[in-house]
C-alpha cells in the first residue's frame, strides 16, 4: 500500500484530502505543519509527500529544502498544493526540487493521478537501479577477476620455476601479463571516470573553459581515431572528412567523449567494415558524425542504455564494463551537447554529437 503524507494546516482541508485517499486505497499521514511533516517523514518514511506551500512555523519550501537534504528522504516524490497559480511560484517551486505542482481548488483525480504518477516515476527509477545491481554483480567481478587470475597465475609461474623456462617464454608470460594488466587498469579507469562524471552532474558544476583551453576539434579527432584504429588493426577501415572547429571544451574531457564513440565504433563492427567520421558546420550548431556498419543496435537497445550493461553481450561475444558508451553520453549531457543516436540492427550505429554555438571559436 502507498503511504502518503499529507501536510497541510487548514484542518477542514487535510481531513477532506485524507478522507480521498483513504477511499482510493491508500495509507495516510496527517501533518498540520512543515515541522511536524518533516518528524513524521522522517520517523515513517512515506512514498509520496503532499504538502501545502503557506504554512506557520515552517512552509512547505523549508519543509522540501530539509526533505532534499536527508540523505533517506532526498528522493521521495513531493507535490505541493497552493491556492496561488503565479507561474513565478511554480518555478520556483520545481527549481527547489519539488515534482508536481497542483493549485486549489482541485478535483480528487487530479491528485490520485499526480500521486499515481509519482508512484509509477519511482518503480521505474528503482527497477533501473535494480538493473544496474544486477549488472554489476553479473558483469564486474568477471571484468576485474579475469585479468587478475591471468596476472598472478603467469607470476607464480615465473616466481617458483623461474629455471624451468627459457628467455621466449619468460617474455611471452610478460607480454600476457602486461595485456592483463593494461585490460585491468582500463576498467577501473573507466569506472573512476564514470563516477567522476556523474558527480560533475550531480553537483551541477558549471565549467567555463577559458580561450586558452580550447582544442581544435579536427586535429583531436584524426589523432585519436588514428590511435584506436591501429589499435584494432583496421586503419584501412577508417574514413575521416572534417572541416574542423575549434571549441571551448577541456581537453580531457572531449578525449574521454569522443575515444568512447570512436573505439565503440570498431569494437562492434568488423574487418572491412567502414568506420566514417565527418562534420558539418550550421547556424546554431557544430556537429560531428560517427557511423560503422557494423552489429548496430534495436531501438529498445538504444532506449536501455544504462551503465554496466553491453547491448546483446552474449551474441557479440564482446568483453568490457558497459560504461563506454553511457561515459560518452554523460559528458555530452554535462556541457549540454546534444547526443543523437541512430542505428539498425545489424545494418550500422551512427552518433551525432551536436555542440552548440556557445561552445565554438571561429578558426583564424
Same mark, same amino acid.
Given at each position: 500500500m502507498c503511504k502518503?503524507?499529507?501536510?497541510?494546516?487548514?484542518?477542514?482541508m487535510l481531513s477532506n484530502i485524507a478522507a480521498i485517499l483513504s477511499l482510493n486505497g491508500f495509507e495516510v499521514l496527517a501533518a498540520r505543519d512543515g515541522r511536524e511533516g518533516l518528524t513524521s517523514a522522517k520517523n515513517n518514511f512515506?512514498?509520496?509527500?503532499?504538502s501545502d506551500v503557506m504554512m506557520p512555523v515552517m512552509n512547505g519550501y523549508e519543509?522540501?529544502?530539509?526533505?532534499?537534504?536527508n540523505e533517506v528522504l532526498q528522493t521521495t516524490p513531493f507535490i505541493f498544493l497552493t491556492a496561488k497559480v503565479?507561474?513565478?511560484?511554480?518555478r520556483t517551486g520545481m527549481a527547489s526540487g519539488a515534482d508536481d505542482y497542483i493549485t486549489k481548488p482541485f478535483k480528487s !483525480?487530479?491528485?490520485?493521478?499526480?500521486i499515481n504518477a509519482q508512484m509509477k516515476k519511482k518503480e521505474r527509477v528503482a527497477q533501473k537501479y535494480s538493473e544496474i545491481a544486477h549488472n554489476i554483480s553479473s558483469y564486474m567481478p568477471h571484468e576485474l577477476r579475469t585479468p587478475l587470475v591471468a596476472i598472478m597465475g603467469y607470476t607464480d609461474l615465473l616466481i617458483n620455476?623461474?629455471?624451468?623456462?627459457?628467455?621466449?617464454?619468460? !617474455?611471452?608470460?610478460?607480454i600476457n601479463v602486461k595485456k592483463a594488466s593494461s585490460r585491468l587498469y582500463k576498467t577501473i579507469e573507466k569506472f573512476i571516470r564514470y563516477s567522476e562524471i556523474e558527480l560533475m552532474i550531480a553537483n551541477r558544476k558549471e565549467y567555463f573553459i577559458s580561450p586558452d583551453e580550447s582544442i581544435s576539434a579536427k586535429e583531436n579527432i584524426y589523432y585519436r581515431a588514428g590511435e584506436i584504429a591501429a589499435h584494432y588493426s583496421r586503419s584501412q577501415d577508417l574514413n575521416i572528412l572534417l572541416t574542423g572547429m575549434n571549441l571551448k571544451i577541456s581537453e580531457e574531457h572531449f578525449g574521454i567523449l569522443i575515444d568512447e564513440i570512436i573505439d565503440n565504433a570498431f569494437k562492434f563492427s568488423s574487418k572491412n567494415d567502414a568506420v566514417e567520421i565527418k562534420?558539418?558546420?550550421?547556424?546554431?550548431?557544430?556537429?560531428?558524425?560517427?557511423?560503422?556498419k557494423g552489429c548496430g543496435m534495436s531501438q529498445s537497445g538504444i532506449d536501455n542504455i544504462v551503465p554496466f550493461f553491453q547491448f546483446n553481450r552474449k551474441q557479440n561475444a564482446q568483453a568490457g564494463n558497459g560504461l563506454g558508451l553511457i561515459t560518452a553520453i554523460k559528458i555530452a549531457q554535462l556541457y549540454d551537447f546534444k547526443m543523437e543516436i541512430k542505428s539498425e540492427l545489424n545494418q550500422f550505429f551512427t552518433v551525432q554529437l551536436k555542440i552548440p554555438g556557445v561552445r565554438m571559436y571561429s578558426i583564424n
Amino acid at each position: 500500500m502507498c503511504k502518503v503524507l499529507v501536510v497541510e494546516d487548514s484542518e477542514e482541508m487535510l481531513s477532506n484530502i485524507a478522507a480521498i485517499l483513504s477511499l482510493n486505497g491508500f495509507e495516510v499521514l496527517a501533518a498540520r505543519d512543515g515541522r511536524e511533516g518533516l518528524t513524521s517523514a522522517k520517523n515513517n518514511f512515506p512514498d509520496v509527500i503532499v504538502s501545502d506551500v503557506m504554512m506557520p512555523v515552517m512552509n512547505g519550501y523549508e519543509m522540501l529544502d530539509a526533505v532534499r537534504g536527508n540523505e533517506v528522504l532526498q528522493t521521495t516524490p513531493f507535490i505541493f498544493l497552493t491556492a496561488k497559480v503565479d507561474r513565478s511560484e511554480i518555478r520556483t517551486g520545481m527549481a527547489s526540487g519539488a515534482d508536481d505542482y497542483i493549485t486549489k481548488p482541485f478535483k480528487s !483525480t487530479e491528485l490520485i493521478d499526480a500521486i499515481n504518477a509519482q508512484m509509477k516515476k519511482k518503480e521505474r527509477v528503482a527497477q533501473k537501479y535494480s538493473e544496474i545491481a544486477h549488472n554489476i554483480s553479473s558483469y564486474m567481478p568477471h571484468e576485474l577477476r579475469t585479468p587478475l587470475v591471468a596476472i598472478m597465475g603467469y607470476t607464480d609461474l615465473l616466481i617458483n620455476d623461474l629455471s624451468d623456462w627459457d628467455k621466449e617464454s619468460i !617474455t611471452n608470460m610478460l607480454i600476457n601479463v602486461k595485456k592483463a594488466s593494461s585490460r585491468l587498469y582500463k576498467t577501473i579507469e573507466k569506472f573512476i571516470r564514470y563516477s567522476e562524471i556523474e558527480l560533475m552532474i550531480a553537483n551541477r558544476k558549471e565549467y567555463f573553459i577559458s580561450p586558452d583551453e580550447s582544442i581544435s576539434a579536427k586535429e583531436n579527432i584524426y589523432y585519436r581515431a588514428g590511435e584506436i584504429a591501429a589499435h584494432y588493426s583496421r586503419s584501412q577501415d577508417l574514413n575521416i572528412l572534417l572541416t574542423g572547429m575549434n571549441l571551448k571544451i577541456s581537453e580531457e574531457h572531449f578525449g574521454i567523449l569522443i575515444d568512447e564513440i570512436i573505439d565503440n565504433a570498431f569494437k562492434f563492427s568488423s574487418k572491412n567494415d567502414a568506420v566514417e567520421i565527418k562534420d558539418c558546420n550550421t547556424e546554431f550548431y557544430y556537429m560531428i558524425e560517427i557511423t560503422n556498419k557494423g552489429c548496430g543496435m534495436s531501438q529498445s537497445g538504444i532506449d536501455n542504455i544504462v551503465p554496466f550493461f553491453q547491448f546483446n553481450r552474449k551474441q557479440n561475444a564482446q568483453a568490457g564494463n558497459g560504461l563506454g558508451l553511457i561515459t560518452a553520453i554523460k559528458i555530452a549531457q554535462l556541457y549540454d551537447f546534444k547526443m543523437e543516436i541512430k542505428s539498425e540492427l545489424n545494418q550500422f550505429f551512427t552518433v551525432q554529437l551536436k555542440i552548440p554555438g556557445v561552445r565554438m571559436y571561429s578558426i583564424n
